[in-house]
């Protein structure tokens, strides 16, 4: 069988490269002084094509440290779980199993000093070294034991992380945390959703924090089917459906499910028609009971591009699917994702649903120094059905609702971009745009760097190889390293 997702730039690489001399062309702007860092599903072992879901890929982090207008390096490596580094001892990886073999692949963020590979849904996140060799897993000095998020937001006033936290065992609640400028976890609340669904994202406001509480949920029958021998899946199912969603699953059950729901596998979360679809404000400092949730249509969001408040209302500008993993469960694919506003209006107690844009694109980005507050643009990549990269950039102005396009020419593909300003009281559209595009006729990529203002090429970092379709990065500047 194939699966396109392990096919053209979604194949994985089988090789780590430590690199010192990287051909540049252009010029690279002096005041990019850090990495750039970007995490993705790259599987070490054989894989079957049937099974496959492209977000259980064992992780690899890719980077390109820049200084002085120079590329010093350019790095990947895999996240060491246990897995992973018994695979790469040559020793056998199968005793290791359940959610501690589920690779850290999904985004990579620089914090309190560290650098940390993330994932969610209850697998645990790695801190890396500055060269991306694995140290060990994180749990922020044992403030946060369990797992935590692919997307925390930081916010650009007090530097702490806000994150929304999502897995299977924990019944019908996602957790709501606060790590400090320090790396410790100095706030958790538990939140109460219709049942377990797959909360990849969240928004962050100045007042509020907004849960996404959508109709892909975590799929019993597909969990045990995994985990279960076949004569006994009925009623294992029937008890784990009657747990799912409602009660903390013992644990027992959760070790038993998370035995089989392992690394370069099946995703357990589906589609459910029956979930409804809604929107949950919650004051930053409150709790469960201040929580007020809004029905919106069915749809799914991985990732809001920002969010602000503005009077009564919290606007919230997304990436919309209309639909996610259900004829499809190998990965996103399911329809074009468009550029959506949804405006909550608090006082009226309503949602205003409207499409800003009906481009096929993802990845969205801001200027990360306005999380939380109005922001006048916006940077998504082109994607066609989902997941397969266009030939595009796309740039949103939402102050005139001009929409700039870049597009890379030749069948190049480009990932997701992110913003990094000249200077730290620069304008926010002064400085540049980083990210990885892969050229099918050389097979290997470029970290290009385009002008913010004008989306031209600053300059184009050639690699020795291809950086595979991946998931989310960011520049981690040389000033967060002490």
Known sequence: ??????????????????????????????????????????????????????????GMVHGVRLRDGKAEWYRNRW???????????????????????????????????KTLALVEAGAPIYELTDELDTVGRCDFDGTLPGGYTAHPKRDPRTGELHAVSYFFG?????????????????????????????????????????????????????????????????PAKLVVSAMVGKVRVPDPVTAM???????????????????????????????????RWFDVEPCYVFHPLNAYDDGDSVVLDVVRHPRMFDRELHGPDEGGPTLDRWTVDLAAGKVLEERLDDRGQEFPRVDERLVGRRHRYGYAMSADGGAEPGGSLFKHDFHTGARTERAFGAGRRPGEFVFVPRRDDAAEDDGVLLGFVFD???????????????????????????????FHGNWVASAQRV
């Not at 053209?8 to 990495?35: C, K, M, Q, W, Y």
């Not at 410790?184 to 538990?190: E, G, I, L, N, S």
């Not at 589609?271 to 201040?290: L, Q, T």
């Open 257 to 291: 499910m998370a035995r089989k729901i392992g690394a370069n596998g099946g995703l357990p979360y589906r589609w459910d028609p029956k979930y409804p679809a809604r929107i949950g404000v919650m004051p930053r400092e409150g709790g469960n009971s201040d929580v």
């Open 440 to 470: 099918p006729a050389t097979r290997r990529s470029d970290l290009t760097i385009l002008d913010a203002g004008t989306l031209d090429t600053v300059a184009a970092i050639h690699l020795p190889d291809r950086v595979p379709n991946g």
């Open 1 to 58: 069988m194939s699966n396109k997702f392990l096919e053209g730039n979604f194949a994985p690489v089988s090789r780590e490269h430590t690199i010192t001399e990287l051909a540049v062309t252009g010029r690279i702007p002096e005041f990019l002084d850090g990495r750039y860092l970007r995490n993705g599903p790259n599987p070490l072992s054989e894989v079957d094509p049937a099974a496959y879901h492209w977000f259980m890929g064992d």
């Open 170 to 234: 924990m019944g019908n609640k996602v957790q709501y945390s606060v790590i400090d400028a320090a790396g410790r976890a100095r706030r958790t609340v538990d939140v109460e959703v219709t049942g377990s669904p797959m909360m990849h994202d969240f928004s962050l406001t100045e007042n509020h924090v907004v849960f996404y509480d959508l109709p892909v949920t975590f799929n019993a029958g597909m969990a045990v089917a995994a985990s279960v021998p076949g004569a006994l899946r009925t």
């Open 79 to 113: 996240v060491r779980n246990p897995a992973v580094a018994a695979a790469l001892n040559g020793e056998d990886a199968s005793r290791f199993c359940g959610l501690d073999a589920l690779g850290a692949n999904t985004n990579v963020i620089g914090h309190a000093g």
